[in-house]
């Protein structure tokens, strides 16, 4: 990019930003209708941030109703999908247009580098939502095989309000993986941000609405998960809840559907993904994957590498490699351009961290390098990228999701107990093979059980493959276009002649 990006273009750029907080309900940027207000602290410097609605269940009432009526009055479903399509692509090039701004906004809340925020995050957002609105006019209804005196007309129809719960590590790319085939579908959404991370959120509807989406269409209310994301889950006229975040809090979304109307669910949850090195692999390049798969983002990422499964011969070698790339993963202020990683979410979440760091070691791992608290002068949140060796797979280490840039070098034998401890966890979300034997290759990527695998690369896609989990990362797809099958449902009409 030809523009040069310094520190204090940001931070100019950051004081000159106006930041609005409060929710946008039917096309209009509306308080909390108790007025309440809470304010967000800032990751990478602990200092006060935005100011933002703390809404409850009486805004995700009056959000609801503002999807419903423009669901039921057909002003966005029904309107020509060649125009919805220019609509939603017209949204596409604003967001691209105000990039620096979404950026900016992102940094403020989650504290990744605002260079990641905008040449990925902002980037990965818009080009999910352009995969969608391309769809729109490409949709075809089918003719079911009937008798000569018979017509069956299958169509795909949208299924109405969908409530989609979004959270804090990737906030402006899962917003665009929700947003995207929901509006495409045709239906009408209540977008409930996590309460870390609401400002991009607030920011992408506003240009929706500026771009042409009906008010009503697409709403944003913002608030505590318990405050507004139960009520969004337990809401009897919201048709669909489409999750990502935490196991624990998936499991409460699916019991709220079942309490209220059935309403159908999709989850994205958690991971603890293996990254399993035989020892004929290329290990340069097993160890840059491993280090970036694991740290990258601060290792807040659902699908990280966090469970490094190594044939024991090679272990000491492949993590001194390890270390070796984790040092150019810089860790700094987000305002720095040469930052790669930055701060952890919230000090809460550092101090988790941090705790299971101390567990580990309390368990027998080692720490090979790294995983302390960092840059504390700058009153963030910040730990450094590190690894444990010496673990074994029943450690709290490398059974829970610690989502941060902590990994676990479990060591292994032979490919049956290589693959005995990669399956010996809750999670199915991704794993990774590293060998140069590729008849090994295909058999264990087969067998690990899990949604997404790759062999000798790490966390590469694009939005031509689904993305979700087996077991108790969730089900249902992001991406691909399989991802808006689960935003409709099928309707069959059947007509018979004389």
């Known amino acids: ?158 299924l109405g309000v969908i409530g989609a719960i979004t959270p804090w590590n990737y906030p402006m790319i899962i917003d665009g993986w929700k947003l995207g085939p929901s509006l495409a579908a045709g239906n009408s959404v209540v977008l409930k941000p996590a309460e870390q991370s609401s400002l991009s959120a607030i920011r992408l509807a506003a240009l929706a609405h500026e771009a042409g989406i009906p008010a009503g269409v697409l709403n944003v209310v913002t608030g505590y998960g318990e405050e507004t994301g139960k009520p969004l889950a337990l809401h009897p006229d919201v048709d669909m809840i489409a999750f990502t975040g935490s196991t624990e809090v998936g499991k409460l979304i699916m019991g709220y559907a079942a309490q209220s109307n059935l309403k159908r669910v999709a989850l994205e949850l958690g991971g603890k993904s293996p990254l399993i090195v035989f020892d004929d692999a290329d290990l340069d390049a097993a160890a840059s994957a491993a280090a970036w798969g694991c740290f990258y983002n601060s290792g807040e990422t659902c699908h990280a590498s966090t469970r490094l499964l190594v044939q024991r011969s090679i272990q000491d070698k492949l993590v001194k490699k390890i270390e070796e790339v984790a040092r150019t993963i810089t860790l700094e202020h987000p305002f720095e351009p040469s930052a790669a990683i930055g701060a952890l979410i919230e000090e809460e979440h550092m101090k988790k961290v941090l705790s299971m760091i101390a567990d580990g070691e309390k368990e027998g791992a080692r720490r090979a390098f790294g995983a302390e608290r960092a840059l504390s002068e700058t009153g963030g949140y910040y730990v450094s990228p590190g690894v444990f060796v010496d673990a074994s797979n029943d450690m709290r280490i490398a059974r829970q999701e610690i989502f941060g840039p902590v990994m676990v070098s479990i060591p292994f034998d032979t490919e049956e107990e290589a693959l005995k401890i990669a399956n010996d966890t809750i999670y199915g979300l991704a794993g990774a093979v590293f060998t140069t034997n590729m008849d090994r290759a295909h058999r264990v990527s087969e067998a690990i059980h899990a949604g997404t695998v790759w062999i000798n690369t790490y966390d590469m896609s694009n939005f031509a493959t689904p993305f979700g989990g087996f077991k108790q990362s969730g089900f249902g797809r992001d991406r691909s276009v399989h991802a808006i099958d689960k935003y409709c449902d099928y309707k069959t009409i059947w007509q018979q002649f004389n």
């Open 1 to 158: 990019m030809s523009k040069e990006y310094t520190r204090a273009y940001w931070e100019k750029l950051g004081q000159e930003l106006k930041i609005e907080g409060r929710n946008f309900i039917n096309g209009a940027f509306c308080d909390a209708l108790s007025g309440q207000t809470f304010v967000r602290i800032r990751p990478m410097d602990g200092k006060p941030g935005a100011t933002l609605a703390r809404s409850s269940a009486a805004d995700i009432d009056l959000a609801v109703k503002a999807a419903r009526d423009s669901f039921e009055s057909g002003v966005w479903r029904h309107k020509e999908p060649l125009e919805r399509k220019k609509i939603m692509l017209k949204w596409v090039e604003l967001i691209r247009q105000h990039a620096e701004e979404l950026a900016m906004l992102e940094t403020f809340d989650v504290g990744k580098p605002v260079m990641a925020s905008l040449t990925v995050d902002v980037r990965l957002c818009a080009d999910g939502i352009q995969f969608y609105a391309e769809m729109i006019d490409k949709m075809y209804d089918e003719i079911a095989p009937t008798g000569p005196k018979a017509r069956a007309l299958v169509r795909k129809v949208p």
